[in-house]
């Protein structure tokens, strides 16, 4: 989603290219164009262009500008086609904006302004909020009161920095939803949508709070709430390194996270259980599991489909009722939250708009809620009453790999540290369960030495418009996340379906130009999701199997293409098959010369709803 960045500087240095810089950093949330405004001799100056940064930078070279203070945007469009007239920033002649976010009610409010004479240069919902303060500056009330009495009227979800003509030692952001973190260096302040985007500048940040209006100089930053009163909020030491994360030889930012899930894996695991010369030892959890009437897991996307494998695991293994749905349906169900139940809120970023407001409506029926959430000090991470962090790091590729199984991996744990509690399990098989993740970095390892395989079979579903992918018990919700990955960077259209659902109607998309990707590991379920393989394959339907070998052994048709796993439990089964879903996603998209990492129309971090 949409980038900020800003800096305030009292020096003599250009601020530009940490801008720029910032922006780069910026670029793994996804954005089809970007801008600067800066302040340079009493003038604003804006380039701005549609399209990747390098553009940018190519116009900043052919017309460069200079100036201490800017700020710089990275836009994901809502309100207007990605061309250079919606880019931000947007201004008049004595204020500049960028925002992130969605202006609810901009309709009436841009008809309003309309009236009064206002002209409109876009077809963003930001301009009016830009029109607004222009109007109050004008009226002469201060930079402040203008942004203040501006965002009385403004209705939705945003993150806003603005820049002001007059007052060169001067920025403003607020934030009502979306993230903004302020940053602190020597005689400079900066404005950054996340930690990531300051960490070339500082590793000092505050994170601000809904409400918050912040009023940056150089010297240093007061921030106020809607009131017009001074708040104080935490300055923290951000966890983001200072160098910029790069690919380290691998041709994609996807491919190196897919690599890195046995080492991720580990050191998640290492977090919530020990294995010790005497035995297994959970580390122990600060709340009473055994009293729990309820589990209700939300989350959106692959965190989603990570959710729905495990209901699978604590309703089996701990006997734990579970609700499940997705935040964008859960957040206007008003659906009631029993006594003694638990929410758990499950996110890479933690800053899902949908989640975070799930999370909210919880909180707001007393309920406590717990978070599998990848960033350390992120909204959800504040938000939530327990966090349990993933160790995955910085994923940059949109397409999430290595945080889905370390999603999966604390679902694990935590499954059975319910189970224990609850005493739904015996000690020899907790003590099983427990082998069994710890054996699961090796198996990893194993199955990414198939890649070669897995690229050849990518290469015949170049020529196909469609793929099916099936699975039953956890391998369901394996097929889901195994057709997002794939349509979402090979833009193959691709559905998952139980197996046992495909009779009931989507059989009748079988053909023998619509392959189907069989999920299917040896376990009690195998021979049910063979008659379903069998089906397809009577109706000449090609089959891609992922199966183990005993899996394979069973099946002699020459229609079959093979990707033979590592036999393993049925507990982590879904981590090491949705390996070779992630490489099949992403070799079809190298072949098909999409862009892997930054996919069209997908933002990594989803911050309007
Ligand atoms: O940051 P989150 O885990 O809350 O994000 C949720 C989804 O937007 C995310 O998983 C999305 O579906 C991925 N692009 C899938 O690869």
Not at 140 to 164: C, D, N
Not at 404 to 429: G, M, N, P
Not at 483 to 504: M, R
Not at 509 to 529: G, H, N, R
Request: charged share 20%.
């Amino acid at each position: 989603m949409c980038g900020i960045v800003g800096i305030v500087s009292s020096q003599k240095n250009n601020v530009v290219s940490g801008l720029i810089e910032g922006l780069r950093r910026l670029e793994y949330r996804g954005y089809d164009s970007s801008g600067v405004a800066i302040i340079s001799e009493n003038k604003l100056l804006r380039r701005r262009k549609a399209g990747k940064l390098v553009n940018l930078e190519a116009d900043l070279k052919e017309s460069p500008v200079s100036g201490n203070t800017g700020i710089a945007h990275t836009r994901w469009a809502t309100h207007g086609i990605p061309n250079d007239q919606n880019a931000h920033p947007h201004m008049t002649d004595q204020v500049a904006i960028v925002h992130n976010g969605i202006i609810e009610n901009y309709h009436l409010l841009k008809d309003q302004l309309l009236e009064k004479g206002v002209q409109f240069t876009s077809e963003t919902d930001t301009e009016v909020v830009l029109h607004l303060v222009n109007q109050h500056l004008e009226q002469g009330l201060s930079p402040f009161e203008s942004v203040k009495k501006t965002l009385s009227v403004v209705r939705g979800a945003f993150a806003i920095a603005m820049l002001f003509r007059d007052y060169p030692n001067l920025l403003i952001a607020a934030r009502s939803g979306p993230p903004l973190a302020i940053g602190y260096g020597k005689e400079e302040m900066y404005i950054g949508s996340d930690a990531v985007a300051l960490s070339h500048l500082t590793q000092q940040v505050t994170f601000l709070e809904d409400g918050d209006i912040a009023v940056l100089e150089n010297s240093g930053v007061k921030i106020y709430n809607l009131e017009g009163k001074r708040v104080e909020r935490k300055i923290q030491q951000s966890k983001v390194g200072t160098s910029s994360i790069d690919k380290e030889g691998f041709e994609h930012f996807m491919l190196k996270e897919i690599h890195e899930q046995p080492d991720v894996i580990r050191r998640t695991l290492s977090e919530y259980f020990n294995i010790t010369h005497t035995g297994l030892h959970f580390r122990p959890l600060p709340f009473a599991l055994e009293n729990v009437s309820r589990l209700t897991i939300v989350a959106c996307g692959t965190a989603f489909y990570a959710g729905m494998v495990a209901k699978y695991w604590f309703e089996n293994i701990a006997r734990i009722p579970v609700e499940l749905d997705i935040a964008s349906e859960f957040r206007y169900r008003q659906p009631p939250m029993p006594k003694d139940g638990i929410s758990l809120f499950i996110s890479q970023s933690g800053e899902t708009a949908d989640t975070l407001a799930a999370q909210a409506y919880v909180k707001s029926q007393g309920q406590p809620s717990l978070g599998i959430i990848n960033v350390a000090n992120s909204s959800l991470a504040r938000a939530v009453d327990v966090t349990f962090l993933t160790q995955a790091g910085p994923e940059i590729g949109v397409a999430s790999t290595k945080a889905f199984t370390t999603q999966l991996c604390v679902l694990a744990v935590l499954a059975l540290a319910f189970a224990q509690a609850r005493k739904t399990i015996s000690q020899e098989d907790l003590t099983q369960y427990c082998k069994d993740l710890a054996q699961l970095p090796l198996l990893i390892e194993q199955t990414l030495l198939l890649k070669k395989d897995i690229a050849e079979i990518a290469r015949s579903l170049l020529e196909v418009n469609n793929v099916l992918y099936i699975g039953r018990g956890p391998s369901y919700p394996l097929a889901l996340e195994g057709a997002l990955k794939l349509k979402e960077i090979s833009y193959i259209h691709a559905e998952g379906f139980a197996a046992g659902e495909l009779k009931h109607g989507p059989i009748a998309l079988i053909e023998e130009s619509v392959p189907t990707v069989a999920i299917a590991p040896y376990d009690s379920l195998f021979e049910k999701t063979v008659s379903n393989i069998q089906e397809i394959l009577s109706r000449r339907g090609p089959i891609v199997l992922l199966s183990d070998e005993k899996g394979h052994s069973l099946f002699t048709s020459q229609a079959i293409k093979r990707i033979i796993l590592p036999t393993t439990s049925s507990l982590i089964a879904p981590m090491v098959y949705a390996i070779p879903t992630q490489l099949l996603a992403y070799y079809t998209a190298v072949y098909k010369g999409t862009d892997v990492d930054q996919p069209r129309n997908l933002a990594k971090s989803v911050t309007v709803e």
